[in-house]
């Protein structure tokens, strides 16, 4: 006559409790987050609050939410990001690149060591993970990321400081800024997160830009993106033809 998660009875240990992220993390076997965790995460979700419509994964929610479907809406692009270098799929990649190199340099480390660690993966990834942004200069992101972990009083979390001190030496061998993807994969890695269960709150962190699109789009549902108007379509193709099979075949 209950419920439980993890062996926590949803109703009498959890309700009451537990924050919507703790439960999320207990769901990923992850850990418990007090109040002050979740609080940080409701502000790293916030700062990745960005659903301009122009941007690809969200323009994909307005396609496919056009046919008046909100789920479908959201689900056509988490599958089709499902494995790309943008979006929440990235972030479980980024993880593990800074995990790997924490694991690596142990808690004490210093600049000229983390460069001997970075150079041989440098040397092996045109673009290493967590950096790059396409089309602009720096990712505008970063800063208030950077603000609201500060004032969290997390920015001295291992992986969150190993991001910091690689940003300038990829820089200066890439020409690659930091993105905010090695920022937030940092923040995560620091509350004890693995890559693969950063991989669920890439999705999550991100969610309200897909939402927004897809309930936008599925009310909205416009024609034009389900049926382009004729004349802004160009067939430059064969002109019309019949099959081989059909020349061969007797004409009635």
Not at 35 to 53: F, K, N, R, W
Not at 77 to 99: D, H, T
Not at 156 to 173: D, I, T, W
Request: overall charge neutral; some cysteine.
């Amino acid at each position: 006559d209950h419920h439980r998660l993890r062996g926590f009875e949803v109703g009498g240990e959890l309700v009451g409790h537990e924050t919507y992220w703790s439960v999320v993390s207990l769901a990923i076997g992850g850990p418990r987050l007090d109040a002050t965790h979740a609080h940080l995460l409701d502000d790293l979700a916030t700062s990745l609050v960005g659903p301009d419509p122009r941007i690809w994964p969200w323009k994909l929610c307005r396609l496919m939410s056009a046919y008046g479907r909100l789920a479908v809406g959201i689900a056509g692009p988490l599958i089709a990001m499902s494995s790309g270098r943008v979006g929440p799929a990235a972030l479980a990649v980024v993880a593990e690149f800074f995990a790997e190199l924490a694991r690596e340099l142990g808690p004490d480390y210093d600049d000229a060591e983390l460069a001997r660690a970075l150079e041989p993966r440098l040397a092996a990834l045109p673009r290493p993970p967590g950096f790059g942004t396409p089309f602009r200069s720096f990712d505008e992101r970063n800063a208030p990321i950077i603000a609201l972990v500060k004032a969290h009083g997390r920015e001295g979390g291992r992986h969150f400081s190993l991001v910091e001190r690689a940003a300038p030496l990829v820089f200066a061998k890439k020409q690659l800024p930091v993105n905010a993807a090695a920022f937030v994969s940092a923040v995560c890695l620091d509350l004890g997160f693995t890559p693969a269960q950063i991989d669920v709150f890439g999705l999550l962190l991100l969610l309200s830009n897909t939402v927004a699109n897809a309930y936008e789009g599925s009310r909205e549902a416009p024609a034009l993106l389900r049926d382009l108007p004729r004349e802004f379509v160009r067939y430059a193709g064969h002109p019309p033809r019949r099959s081989p099979r059909a020349e061969s075949e007797p004409r009635s």
